[in-house]
């Protein structure tokens, strides 16, 4: 008699059960034309306010910083004298050495497109004013995915429609600041993280940590979406299933990367956690601000 051979061990399946039956496929290739016709219609609608310029104090942080980025690896700047131009939302250090007091996320990215733009007759520099059209744009279907998840398809398309309609994402659409960007990776990293704690698997860990990690890196805000991230992390967990911790652990771990990338740049760079730290803004974290104004955030 033939020894049966060993059958692999089934593939490890998030514990948050589906939400939603199955929709036929003439359904799903119908919902996708929809989206596909509403985010062109969005860009093209959008982009008849867009412009190549922006007078923003907030704006010139990320841009000259990522312009800083791209000409020396760094996204400081040293004036040659004291009667030189820097801008508002800049904080400078004991050597006369100015960062911007935001993340590196956003100028890193505009970095490697004023790098990639750079033999592009000049361009390059015109092209980073597209970088919040296309964020804001390409977050719309990571909206409608996240909620088709937990109610269909019909409100993933309503959904994605009251948040590329409303006044704040139109608004910030063409404003080349933090805004755009940090919402597509948060879309994006909260849709895998649904993702994975219904279906389980490293690939979707790997992207919901890395996705959330950099959003942090982008605006230190969504630094606090570690707390859905730890709770899934809990509610995910099969202790009997050692696989279930490396999953865990993936998610966490890659979160992490980027962000200690961020504090490390800090640390050596100003020599304080964020760049809020040297202006005290973040106090905004603090307890006590948080006792006092619990009502509006829980709204």
Not at 50 to 73: C, I, Q, R
């Amino acid at each position: 008699m033939a020894t049966p051979s060993p059958q692999p061990a089934p593939a490890i399946r998030g514990t948050l059960p589906l939400m939603i039956e199955r929709e036929p496929i003439w359904q799903s290739v119908g919902f996708g034309i929809a989206v596909a016709v509403l985010l062109i219609f969005f860009w093209l609608f959008t982009h008849e306010f867009w412009t190549g310029a922006h007078p923003g104090v907030d704006e010139n942080g990320y841009l000259v910083g990522g312009k800083m980025l791209a000409d020396h690896f760094s996204t400081s700047q040293h004036p040659p004298d004291a009667y030189s131009f820097v801008g508002r939302m800049w904080v400078g250090n004991s050597t006369g050495t100015f960062f911007p007091k935001y993340p590196i996320g956003l100028p890193l990215i505009v970095a490697f497109v004023l790098k990639i733009g750079a033999g592009a007759d000049g361009y390059g520099g015109v092209w980073t004013y597209y970088l919040s059209p296309l964020f804001m744009t390409l977050a719309m279907p990571a909206i409608f995915l996240m909620i088709r998840q937990v109610a269909g398809s019909l409100a993933g398309l309503l959904g994605m429609v009251m948040v590329a309609g409303s006044p704040v994402a139109l608004g910030l659409t063409n404003d080349p600041n933090s805004h755009a960007t940090a919402l597509v990776f948060v879309a994006w990293g909260m849709f895998f993280l649904l993702a994975w704690w219904q279906r389980g698997s490293y690939w979707r860990a790997a992207l919901a940590g890395l996705f959330l990690g950099y959003a942090a890196t982008v605006r230190y805000s969504e630094g606090l979406l570690i707390i859905p991230l730890l709770l899934t992390a809990f509610f995910n967990l099969q202790p009997q299933r050692r696989q279930s911790w490396f999953q865990s652990a993936t998610l966490l771990g890659c979160w992490l990367v980027p962000v200690m990338i961020q504090i490390i740049f800090n640390l050596v760079a100003m020599g304080t956690l964020t760049g809020y730290d040297t202006t005290h803004e973040s106090t905004g974290f603090e307890l006590a601000n948080i006792a006092r104004n619990w009502d509006t955030m829980l709204r």
